[in-house]
């Protein structure tokens, strides 16, 4: 599976975090990071040396600058994202310890980017030289228009022969801010999907189904049945499988399906001293892409994105900051000692 320049929609976010464990605001301190589901996979896959694009708006000042500057400087290009009147979105970070979990409060009403509407974008235009279109569920998450620009956006892809990889990310605290209609709007990005990042709980939203099997891998592969038989497009679905034992204790497999009913599963690795687990999933998205882009066994594949996901717990902030050779080392178990 080839492809030429990725683009990817969706909006650019500043993250604002406690430092170390603290609680928010137990200091007067914040950790500044770039972020945004859909930038983390565009910064891992430039990263990887895939010619990424990255399409949206950011606020017309200083921190819209600071966030398209920041993706340049990871190899993204940022020509279609738009400096718009409004806000910055934000999103507030408590890191979790032991068994106190992590706590995401939203701040994203009234964005430059959320306030953006379906004529704001010429998709033909913006897509232009384009093989791939990559979105996520969190983008149509921020409102109505939002949500009819992503469905535009992936229409528009398959329309002009595009692979569309979409990732689920169902965030309810989003959807219930304007009593959204989420498996609609969600099953009609679906639709358009080549690719699938999504485990049984999603696709039990967007369909109405329930998997009920014991254990997961069971309900993941019965829910990826369901996803072959609605969407005909489809060609792979994956999703990670996590333990918690605690916040800084975890274990993380995946699964990857394919439609000829191949189904890959890569064994639980220990991530036993987290640093941030926040894009993890957007990394082993990243992975699984680029493993399909560069042709690689659907093992390989699942292997690749699986290690990205991984490394990515052991990185401070959005972006997953490691190279091809890091992955590869840990897919073959290189040691950890210094290296010199």
């Not at 953006?116 to 897509?127: I, R, V």
């Not at 891998?217 to 792979?236: K, M, Q, Y």
Request: charged content about 20%; overall charge negative.
């Amino acid at each position: 599976m080839k492809t030429g320049i990725v683009a990817c929609y969706g909006e650019l976010l500043l993250r604002l975090g406690a430092p170390g464990r603290q609680r928010l605001l137990q200091s007067p301190v914040l950790d500044v990071h770039i972020g945004g589901a859909e930038a983390n996979v565009a910064v891992s896959l430039s990263q990887w040396g895939h010619a990424v694009r990255m399409i949206g708006r950011v606020s017309a000042n200083a921190l819209g600058d600071a966030a398209s500057g920041e993706l340049r400087r990871h190899g993204v290009d940022t020509s279609r994202v738009e400096a718009a009147a409004g806000r910055m979105g934000l999103y507030f970070l408590t890191t979790g310890a032991l068994q106190r979990p992590s706590e995401v409060i939203y701040d994203r009403a009234d964005s430059a980017f959320a306030r953006g509407t379906p004529a704001d974008y010429d998709w033909p235009a913006l897509l232009d030289g384009a093989g791939w279109l990559h979105l996520s569920g969190v983008t149509p998450a921020l409102g109505a228009a939002v949500a009819q620009t992503a469905i535009d956006a992936a229409r528009t892809a398959r329309r002009l022969g595009l692979g569309v990889s979409f990732d689920g990310n169902f965030r309810p605290q989003l959807w219930q801010a304007w009593q959204g209609n989420a498996p609609g709007i969600l099953r009609q990005l679906m639709e358009q999907a080549t690719v699938l990042f999504a485990d049984h709980r999603d696709i039990a939203v967007v369909l109405g189904l329930s998997f009920d099997q014991a254990e997961t891998t069971e309900r993941n592969r019965a829910a990826a049945s369901a996803a072959f038989e609605a969407f005909p497009g489809l060609r792979h679905m994956a999703c990670t499988l996590r333990q918690t034992y605690s916040v800084d204790h975890q274990g993380l497999g995946a699964m990857l399906f394919n439609r000829n009913g191949e189904v890959h599963l890569a064994p639980e690795r220990t991530l036993s001293a987290v640093v941030d687990r926040i894009g993890g999933g957007d990394a082993f998205a990243a992975g699984i892409l680029h493993g399909l882009f560069s042709q690689l066994p659907d093992a390989e594949t699942l292997g690749f994105g699986l290690a990205a996901g991984c490394l990515k717990h052991s990185i401070e902030g959005d972006f997953n900051r490691v190279s091809q050779a890091e992955v590869h080392a840990l897919m073959g178990e290189d040691r950890l000692d210094v290296r010199r």
